[in-house]
């Protein structure tokens, strides 16, 4: 077996990862293969105009890139050269069929499969990156280790052993680099076999270059599967529990920032997470959530089914709910007016859009015929692709000609310089009565009512 790593699938968590893989193992050689070439080049490309915006990155990829990391569209040469194989392919919720709207897609998931089985020419440690249902390892066992199919290409290489274990990932988007570099903890699940064990100390070896040991946690493979959409529901479930409480509070005069802070200094609740806003965004809160569900109605749980699906719904509600304030504040007509988007991205410090809550109020917004003007430092070109179907839509890179004529802004990301804005100078600017509903809680809103805005907030 040789040191060298590949990972199929090169995106939010293909990139990231595999580069601090190899900046902490100078050692090993690690390759990150993917069928976009498009998304390959970027990676290699000269002037480091990387496929994804994310803090840090860019410095560890020019550390590591051409020293021991390669990106690369050779899906069959990095097979054959690696015997620790990652997948990170996107696991999305399916749209079709059975299962549709909960259950997640796994097709590109069992075609790298495929790809495995076809390309090896000896034994491999196959590792799960991607978030995926229980007992998907067992379906992938089964294709990698069940013999080829009649008609399957590639004969070589028959008796290889493959070995599948779960190695989820628990970095957030925006703190990928420094959630990398020094994890909470570190997940290997495997099977409890004299191989699975070998596989889990080659996949151990990996991570104790950098992670402390005692924060490298094995458990058996269904258990890593379950752990990884039990962490995201548990997150997606807190957003959702002081949302709900949000609207409490803006029924009955009391504060949810106070609320949250009470909560949260009990250290049984902790303070993290307990951030009221516009509802949780991001590729996977809502599709692991959903896959939780389909999971639970498979098993007949249907309770707690029930009980994940109040989650999505009280996430959807928020973003309704901040449509329908604003249309009350606005005099029950939104018709004609400009409304400026502040941030589009579905959390700072990231360019991805996949289910942003500013989607969905950009989407309300249109249906009551409003021009939206959007500003976002980093996700401006996402955002027009998210919305090229709506015509009365406008991009701005620039904050102050976004709020130019408009009569409200909503603030739907918390990007760190929106509060350090001349608030004044875009007063002026505004049609008025100029208001602004910051969803997010970060402005100083004392401040702008001094100005002359009107000011809306959630759970106030
Ligand atoms: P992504 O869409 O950014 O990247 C997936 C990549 O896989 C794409 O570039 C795609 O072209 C490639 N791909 C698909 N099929 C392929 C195939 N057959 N061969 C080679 N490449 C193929 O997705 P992502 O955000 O990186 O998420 C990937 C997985 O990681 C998902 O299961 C997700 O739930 C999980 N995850 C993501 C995050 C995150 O922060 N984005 C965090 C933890 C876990
Ligand atoms: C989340 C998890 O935090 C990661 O551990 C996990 O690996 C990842 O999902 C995944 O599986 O993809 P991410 O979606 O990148 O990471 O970002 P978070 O920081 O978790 O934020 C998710 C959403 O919740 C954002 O829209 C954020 O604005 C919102 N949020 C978060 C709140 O509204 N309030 C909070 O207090 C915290």
């Not at 999505?312 to 901040?322: G, L, W, Y």
Request: charged letters at 25%; one cysteine or more.
């Amino acid at each position: 077996m040789n040191r060298n790593i590949v990972c199929i699938g090169a995106g939010y968590i293909g990139g990231p990862t595999m580069a601090v893989i190899a900046k902490m193992n100078p050692d090993r050689k690690v390759m990150v293969v993917d069928i976009n070439a498009e998304r390959i080049a970027a990676w290699n490309s000269e002037d480091y105009s990387l496929p994804i915006y994310e803090p840090g990155l860019v410095d560890v990829v020019k550390e590591v890139r051409g020293r021991n990391l390669f990106f690369s569209t050779d899906i069959e040469g990095a097979v054959k050269e690696c015997d620790i194989i990652f997948v990170g392919v996107n696991t999305p919720t399916k749209m079709f069929g059975r299962g549709a709207g909960r259950a997640s897609d796994l097709q590109y998931w069992e075609a790298t499969a495929r790809e495995i089985k076809r390309f090896a020419e000896c034994d491999k440690i196959v590792v799960e990156k991607s978030t995926l249902p229980v007992r998907t390892a067992a379906a992938m066992e089964a294709i990698l280790n069940g013999g080829r199919g009649e008609g399957e290409e590639g004969t070589k290489g028959s008796g290889i052993q493959f070995t599948v274990l779960s190695n989820p990932e628990f970095l957030a988007e925006g703190t990928a680099i420094k959630d990398l570099l020094e994890p909470d903890r570190v997940l290997i699940g495997g099977p409890q076999t004299d191989a699975g064990a070998k596989a889990i100390q080659a996949v151990v070896d990996i991570y104790a270059t950098w992670v402390p040991r005692e924060r490298i946690l094995t458990t058996n493979v269904w258990s890593a599967e379950l752990t990884k959409l039990a962490a995201n529901a548990f997150l997606a479930q807190r957003v959702s529990s002081i949302n709900a409480i949000a609207g409490l509070c803006e029924a009955t005069g009391a504060d949810v920032d106070e609320v949250a802070r009470v909560i949260g200094a009990d250290g049984r609740i902790g303070p993290k997470f307990l951030k009221a806003g516009p509802g949780f965004g991001g590729s996977c809160f809502k599709k692991d959530v959903l896959n939780l569900v389909y999971l639970c109605e498979s098993f007949g749980l249907h309770t707690a089914a029930e009980y994940w699906m109040g989650v999505i719904r009280m996430n959807q509600h928020q973003q309704e709910r901040i449509v329908s304030r604003l249309f009350a504040a606005m005099f029950n007509t939104l018709a004609n007016k400009k409304i400026a988007l502040f941030g589009f991205a579905f959390k700072a410090d990231t360019g991805d859009t996949r289910e942003t809550p500013a989607g969905t109020v950009a989407r309300l917004l249109a249906e009551e015929h409003v021009r939206v003007t959007i500003t976002d430092p980093k996700a401006l070109v996402n955002a027009r692709r998210d919305l090229a179907d709506l015509s009365d839509v406008t991009y701005e890179e620039d904050e102050y000609k976004a709020a130019e004529g408009a009569d409200a802004i909503i603030l739907m990301t918390d990007w760190r310089h929106y509060p350090t804005l001349d608030w004044n100078r875009i007063y002026d600017s505004m049609r008025k009565p100029a208001l602004v509903f910051d969803t997010r809680n970060c402005l100083a809103a004392a401040e702008l009512r001094k100005i002359g805005f009107r000011v809306l907030n959630v759970g106030k």
